[in-house]
């Protein structure tokens, strides 16, 4: 029994995978066939590493380095990059922001999905939405009316160790996880349809302490 199966990679990637004669699966059993494609699916997912996400004490470092720029002339490039942090939002749901997604009572933001992910409210520290009403005060339109391309060139001035601008996202989910180890509660928070796409940050937690449980 031949087959092919593509499987998204990466961003936008595909890889065919070929199956050909499953012991125990005939032409006769497309059912087995299924589920030994999503399995393959689920083990060719993107995978997460140390590289990919910043740990509790980097993110600490950047956070308060970040801080001192609250209320300077770098205040939009500051508040961009604690935005990200705080809420795991993708670069372009960041730049997406309306002022009128901002509920300044209950101190949230709502971050509307792109990718068919859902719209979700992120709740923030005080001291980060007043920094971003003296910001609204200043600008016209979006908070961060700038170009994808402009967001890079302010993350590579910025960041403290050179990982992409994803990897705040990775960051958010990764400490949500870990304080609360709710992985539907992570979910949401990222705005993921799919608890698949989620997974990724149970996989890694669980691995990293199994292996250091059984080594050491």
Sequence with gaps: LWCIALV???????????????????????????????????????????????????????????????????????LLILFALRTGARAQ????????????????????????????????????????????????????DISYQRLNQIWLYWRPFPKNFHALRHTFAMELYLRTRDIKLVQIALGHRNIQNTMIYLDYVYSRNELRRILF
């Design 8 to 78: 998204p990679v990466g961003r936008g990637g595909l890889v065919a995978l070929f199956f050909f004669q499953f012991q125990g699966i005939s032409e006769n059993s497309p059912k087995e066939l299924s589920k030994v494609i999503r399995y393959i699916c689920y083990m060719a997912r993107y995978q997460l590493n140390q590289k990919k996400f910043f740990n509790s004490t980097e993110a600490g470092m950047l956070e308060a380095a970040l801080k001192r720029y609250l209320y300077s002339s770098e205040q939009r490039d500051a």
């Design 93 to 144: 749901e960041l730049l997406n922001i309306e002022c009128n997604d901002f509920d300044f009572d209950s101190c949230t933001v709502l971050i509307r999905g792109i990718k068919r992910s859902n719209d979700r409210e992120i709740p923030l520290p005080d001291w980060l939405m007043k920094a971003m009403q003296s910001h609204l005060k200043r600008v016209e339109g979006k908070p961060f």
